[in-house]
């Protein structure tokens, strides 16, 4: 993406400030400015982004100013929670997530008054209708281990959605080849992924390649879980193995992975 000067000059000027301050601003200068200006990420998380593409990927997923966002299980190091949920505070947006809130996510100077969900899996996720966008990144290749379950939560994630409202997804892409059985891999087929999701009551409206990568052989010892950030070098329950030669999965980076985008029907 090409900034222009005024998006450059927003950006640089980003601080955590109240809303007003970022109705007149570039929504893409304001994405620009907490990746890379906000304080509130960790190091690790800004360590992947040149493998994650946050920018790139939140613009084509449609993130915009004053939306209710929905993620399902950001989990602990909260890469999307940390770019989010700040821009939707100062967007006068509302961010909901999946899960048990970690500590850090409760400051609402910074973070805003974020939401969480702790009957993911046996309920509704949020009275129908609410949500303008839905973030499902890296997960549902771990739903399809169990029978229906798949199924079952893009369901949820259809009734929490308003007509129009966007599923976005990332996953782990198994193309060329078929998909292992359940994905235990880790890897889903695109085909198997579009059909599904489609199944559910959506309709897909764009994929991207923005964070395909072509080196990624999808043929490893544990999985995709051997690539980083993972890295895993045993089989679990089996402890790490500490004679494990990681060097080349390093060099491949993180997976190659399908990023696309669905609207509810």
């Not at 070098?233 to 193995?241: E, F, I, T, V």
Request: charged residues 25%; hydrophobic residues 40%; contains cysteine.
């Amino acid at each position: 993406m090409i900034f222009n000067r005024r998006t450059l000059v927003a950006a640089s000027a980003f601080a955590l400030t109240p809303a007003a301050a970022f109705a007149q601003r570039d929504r893409d200068a304001v994405l620009y400015g907490v990746i890379n200006n906000g304080k509130q990420r960790m190091e690790d998380n800004k360590a992947r982004d040149k493998f994650r593409h946050p920018l790139e990927t939140l613009t084509f997923w449609g993130l915009k100013p004053g939306m209710t966002v929905i993620e399902i299980l950001p989990g602990d190091s909260g890469y999307w929670t940390e770019i989010v949920a700040p821009y939707l505070k100062f967007t006068n947006g509302r961010y909901i997530a999946t899960g048990k809130a970690p500590t850090r996510f409760t400051d609402e100077a910074v973070f805003g008054k974020t939401e969480w969900v702790t009957t993911f899996g046996r309920g509704p996720l949020t009275p129908p209708a609410t949500a303008d966008l839905l973030i499902c990144a890296r997960n549902i290749h771990d739903f399809m281990w169990t029978p229906g379950l798949t199924e079952r939560l893009l369901n949820d994630f259809r009734d929490s959605l308003k007509p129009g409202g966007i599923l976005a997804i990332e996953d782990h892409r198994s193309d060329p080849r078929p998909q292992v059985k359940e994905a235990r891999d880790g890897y889903v087929e695109t085909k198997v992924m579009i059909d599904t999701v489609t199944k559910a009551g959506f309709k897909l409206q764009a994929q991207s390649e923005i964070n395909a990568n072509p080196k990624d052989t999808k043929d490893h010892p544990f999985g995709v879980w051997t690539l980083p950030p993972t890295r895993r070098s045993a089989q679990p329950p089996a402890p790490a193995d500490p004679k494990f030669d990681h060097a080349k999965f390093d060099a491949i980076g993180e997976s190659d992975r399908m990023t696309l985008r669905f609207v509810k029907v």
